[in-house]
């Protein structure tokens, strides 16, 4: 399928094409963006040469595909793992389409792996601006395939999964609806991720708890937006957009994760209320208090009480309120694991 193409409307809706802003906030876009990205890349490289790395870490192994030789993915695996067909899960990591890199999500990856026996692939993809929408829903879906071909890491084909955090999400839901991926992915698991590219930042962060305070993707959302989305571009696009898919374009089993203070949440509410199969019962997920989450045929929804965009990933001020957002994380990451080992994997097996 042509990038072309891919550009084109998809969607049972009239197309919706934002213009361009003018020159000034393009200029301002530009600077931002940049700064943006250099603040980011300086960060995380002090942070992984200044602190140590913890003892809890997999090992990853590097793997690069002539499908893209230029992008690296990581693939964590339980010791001794390629003796025997494993599940596999695809990770696609944050960064706003522009930064950051398979790494940040290390923690995750391992935890999954470890205490789950799977193989976990962190995938990465072309950055914006220089690459923008369709290209890194493409990358990502030329990576998996690449890896489900790859005979060497013994992957059991029938139990496979992805998903990721904050724009890697997006990635991972509008990847899995392209042709050379339709059927063959298992699971969704999206993480505080922008499902819906029509609605405007102003619309998103009026939906905000009054005592949210700040959000944290208000200063950055608008030029991020700029720097993935091309001019021309349908908003309505369900690869652009993957919220707005229809159901039989995703899985069946779908983890959504919404935190209360983000103003993402919302829209992922809502892709989750609508994947619902109206027949089955709605249940309680174990382990989250009544409220805050349910479960309902193959599909979840998880709403973080308190919790602000990227709180897997960024520290609390306080070592209390640390000790209890790291908590909470690890409990969170493990309700991911047990969910795709019990219920969409085991279902799998019975099929």
């Known amino acids: ?171 991972a839901f509008a990847a899995c609806q392209l042709p050379i991926l339709k059927g063959r992915v298992h699971g969704l698991v999206g993480f505080y991720s922008p499902l819906n590219m029509k609605e405007r930042l102003e619309e998103k962060l009026e939906r905000r708890p009054n005592e949210a305070g700040t959000d944290a993707l208000a200063s950055s959302a608008k030029f991020l937006d700029w720097a993935y989305v091309p001019y021309g571009a349908d908003r309505n696009n369900k690869l652009l957009s993957p919220g707005l898919a229809r159901k039989e374009d995703l899985p069946g089993h779908v983890y959504l994760i919404g935190a209360e203070y983000d103003m993402l949440c919302f829209e992922a509410k809502v892709l989750a209320e609508r994947l619902v199969d109206h027949d089955a019962e709605r249940m309680e997920i174990p382990g989250v208090y009544s409220g805050d989450g349910w479960r309902q045929g193959g599909i979840r929804w998880e709403c973080a009480r308190g919790r602000f965009h990227a709180f897997t990933h960024v520290a609390e001020w306080g070592r209390e309120k640390e000790r209890n957002r790291s908590k909470a994380v690890d409990e969170l990451y493990n309700r991911v694991g047990a969910w795709l080992k019990d219920e969409v994997w085991a279902e799998r097996v019975l099929q």
């Open 1 to 171: 399928m042509s990038t072309t193409s891919l550009l084109e409307s998809n969607s049972n809706h009239d197309a919706f094409i934002s213009e361009p802003p003018p020159y000034y906030l393009r200029f301002a876009y530009f600077i931002s963006l940049w700064s943006f990205k250099a603040a980011i890349a300086l960060g995380l490289g002090a942070r992984r040469l200044l602190m140590p790395r913890l003892p809890n870490l997999l090992r990853p192994e590097p793997r690069i595909y002539p499908i893209r030789p230029t992008l690296k993915s990581l693939v964590y695996g339980p010791e001794g793992f390629g003796d025997e067909p494993l599940p596999v899960y695809f990770s696609c990591h944050g960064g706003g389409w522009a930064v950051a890199d398979p790494q940040a999500d290390e923690e995750f990856c391992s935890l999954l792996a470890r205490n789950f026996n799977i193989i976990v692939v962190s995938v990465d993809y072309h950055k914006s601006p220089l690459s923008k929408f369709p290209v890194p829903v493409e990358d990502v879906a030329a990576i998996v395939d690449a890896v489900l071909n790859d005979e060497s890491l013994n992957i059991d084909a029938t139990k496979v999964a992805m998903g990721g955090f904050s724009a890697g999400g997006n990635l």
